[in-house]
């Protein structure tokens, strides 16, 4: 290795040390000085962007709009610019609260859920979201159903910060990387915003200590690669926050739409992978590095001919008609499902689908 880079390594390390340092893990700062191409595309993606401080994000001047928002039966709500970042104010035929907006959760290449921090033990998960595909504010997931009764309750859903089950902490942690720091008044603060190259490779620091001493071979040996990861590992990896794989004994409701946002949960039951023996896991289709807009269908028809090459496949629709000459496999052997209107997720269950059943294959 040659000096000046040996150098830059080192001042790199010591800038994420103070940036990102929990522990082993040095950030991506630190990452991108050596792997610059996979990190340039890495930042674009929605795993990158996928946490803020909500005055940050790229989309608040959308979110923010100054726009007042109806909530049955009487309460208005809007979300405003203030010197200070963002807050959301609400009011009834008496009341008004007036309260800060901390975070934004989401890329926004479907959607931006917005919290605050009630106070020591409890987190608020906003009602109104942002959904791209509307370019406008509606009901957040899971909120359409309750029915507020007082305006705190209009505001929002309450979530305890450290609850095991559904605390807000279990939040941050999927969408940040490395340990969530967490002071004496359970104020949650993230080592580094987003879905980063330590949340897949693991901590760095030892592989650019050793990278920064000229030992390439013992760095490789330091750094989790997932190219050489079994399929099933992988799935169960990115189901840590995607869910993972149903374990034997549990039961999925697999006619419940929302359920199809768990990919992993999906594609472990498809015969393409469970006939694949190791050769299909979440990496066959999907670059890590890359922002998943950018992926091209020809991309996707290229993995699934890896294996179905017209001859030993048959890709027959139900329809008994040609497969569609455009090459889009996924359009209808991977179905788009939306369980709520502006939300949209495709059904990683492979197989042969009734056009009007997208949530389990035919037969199955």
């Known amino acids: 290795m040659n000096r000046p880079l040996h150098l830059a390594l080192?001042?790199?390390?010591?800038?994420?040390?103070?940036?990102?340092e929990t522990g082993s893990f040095?950030?991506?700062?630190?990452?991108?000085?050596?792997?610059?191409?996979?990190?340039?595309?890495?930042?674009k993606s929605?795993?990158?962007?996928?946490?803020?401080?909500?005055?940050?994000?790229?989309?608040?001047?959308?979110?923010?709009?100054?726009?007042w928002l109806t909530r049955e039966p009487s309460f208005r709500v809007r979300y405003r610019r203030s010197p200070n970042g963002i807050r959301a104010q609400g009011h009834d035929k008496e009341n008004v609260i007036d309260i800060p907006v901390e975070w934004?959760?989401?890329?926004?290449?479907?959607?931006?859920?917005?919290?605050?921090r009630i106070d020591s033990e409890w987190h608020l998960e906003h009602h109104f979201s942002y959904y791209s595909a509307i370019g406008a504010m509606a009901p957040t997931a899971g909120h359409s159903a309750l029915q507020p009764k007082t305006l705190p309750e209009a505001?929002?859903?309450?979530?305890?910060?450290?609850?095991?089950?559904?605390?807000?902490?279990?939040?941050?942690?999927?969408?940040?990387?490395?340990?969530?720091?967490?002071?004496?008044?359970?104020?949650?603060?993230?080592?580094?915003?987003?879905?980063?190259?330590?949340?897949?490779?693991?901590?760095?620091?030892?592989?650019?200590?050793?990278?920064?001493?000229g030992d390439i071979r013992q760095a490789r040996t330091l750094i989790a690669n997932p190219k050489r990861t079994p399929a099933q590992e992988i799935l169960v990896k990115c189901g840590q926050c995607h869910r993972p794989p149903a374990t034997a004994g549990t039961s999925i409701d697999w006619n419940y739409s929302w359920n199809v946002r768990h990919q992993p949960v999906y594609l472990a039951q498809s015969k393409c992978m469970t006939?694949?023996?190791?050769?299909?896991?979440?990496?066959t289709c999907h670059d890590p590095h890359s922002p998943l807009k950018e992926t091209s269908k020809d991309t996707y028809r290229e993995r699934c001919l890896a294996c179905h090459d017209g001859r030993s496949a048959r890709?027959?629709?139900?329809?008994?008609?040609?497969?569609?000459?455009?090459?889009?496999?996924?359009t209808c052997h991977m179905p788009a499902v939306s369980p709520q209107p502006a939300l949209r997720f495709t059904n990683?269950?492979?197989g042969i689908y009734d056009p009007a059943k997208p949530l389990r294959p035919r037969n199955q």
């Open 275 to 283: 006939k694949s023996a190791g050769q299909l896991s979440c990496l």
């Open 315 to 330: 890709a027959v629709p139900v329809n008994s008609g040609p497969c569609r000459k455009d090459g889009a496999c996924a």
């Open 348 to 350: 990683h269950w492979i």
């Open 155 to 213: 505001m929002g859903l309450p979530y305890k910060t450290k609850d095991p089950a559904v605390g807000i902490l279990g939040c941050f942690e999927c969408h940040s990387t490395g340990p969530v720091r967490i002071s004496p008044g359970n104020i949650l603060q993230p080592a580094e915003a987003g879905v980063r190259c330590e949340a897949c490779h693991g901590p760095g620091r030892p592989h650019v200590q050793a990278a920064s001493r």
């Open 104 to 116: 934004a959760f989401g890329a926004g290449e479907q959607a931006v859920t917005l919290v605050t």
């Open 10 to 20: 080192l001042l790199l390390l010591a800038a994420g040390a103070a940036a990102a």
């Open 46 to 67: 929605a795993h990158a962007l996928s946490l803020h401080a909500a005055a940050q994000h790229p989309l608040a001047a959308r979110f923010a709009a100054n726009e």
């Open 26 to 43: 040095v950030g991506a700062g630190v990452c991108a000085s050596c792997h610059p191409a996979q990190s340039t595309r890495q930042d």
